[in-house]
């Protein structure tokens, strides 16, 4: 099956700070999301995003899928910004969405 | 709209006992799916479905059975517990395959 890898596995940064989280995956995909775990444990769908870029406030996502990876970044980061991304793919023929291990981000005030 | 819910949020069970659990959306989503969330392990699919009557094995299906009979449930049933299903559930739904994916809040399961 499809292999996703996400870098870095974990993350500390201070309050204001810019950060890129990473998604490598290891099959052409047409289907790429990104989620945001917050600390509560609610999982909510950050972008869909199989290809090209999207901007939502201060997180935007580029994918790049000809070179098999995906870029999350956080500008500006606030506390609330804290807990794990997750970035999850799925292929043509395939109905399942295979999850990578996350990125655990930790924003110090 | 609700989204997507699901019940119990937590639940205790004994080795060999069995149990449901619970997910609906009134979202008129087709495809809904049920994953298992292990420390450092991200997100697991256990089985998901297209639309009702049709349901398909994810990753590790192995100890849980689906059923559709409506578009708005998707009940998973865990036979006999293991404590190996010592997990956290989440439910999710989607319009298709392809779509972008809504998670319910989770139900935290203890296996003794």
């Known amino acids: 099956g499809i292999q996703v890898e996400q870098s870095p596995p974990d993350l500390i940064l201070q309050e204001g700070a810019n950060s890129t989280l990473r998604c490598n995956f290891s099959d052409s995909v047409n289907n790429l999301q990104w989620f945001h775990q917050n600390p509560w444990g609610q999982l909510i769908n950050l972008f869909y995003?199989?290809?090209g870029t999207k901007q939502n406030g201060r997180l935007s996502a580029t994918t790049v899928a000809t070179e098999r990876y995906s870029l999350l970044y956080i500008s500006s980061s606030q506390t609330t910004d804290s807990g794990v991304y997750f970035c999850?793919?799925?292929?043509?023929?395939?109905?399942?969405?295979?999850f990578g291990t996350g990125t655990r981000l930790t924003i110090i005030p | 709209n609700a989204g997507v819910t699901q019940t119990p949020k937590f639940q205790v069970l004994k080795t060999g006992q069995s149990m449901t659990l619970q997910c609906a959306q009134d979202?008129?989503?087709?495809?809904m799916s049920w994953y298992r969330q292990d420390p450092g392990m991200g997100l697991r699919l256990i089985h998901y479905?297209?639309?009702?009557?049709?349901?398909d094995q994810g990753e590790v299906p192995n100890g849980y059975n689906v059923s559709r009979s409506t578009t708005e449930d998707f009940p998973l049933r865990l036979l006999s517990a293991a404590p190996s299903q010592t997990s956290v559930y989440f439910c999710?739904?989607?319009?298709?395959?392809?779509?972008?994916?809504?998670f319910g809040p989770g139900t935290r399961l203890t296996v003794t």
């Open positions: 999710a739904s989607s319009y298709g395959a392809g779509n972008e994916q809504y």
């Open positions: 995003i199989p290809s």
């Open positions: 979202m008129n989503h087709e495809y």
């Open positions: 479905s297209v639309g009702a009557g049709i349901t």
């Open positions: 999850a793919v799925g292929y043509f023929g395939n109905e399942k969405l295979t």
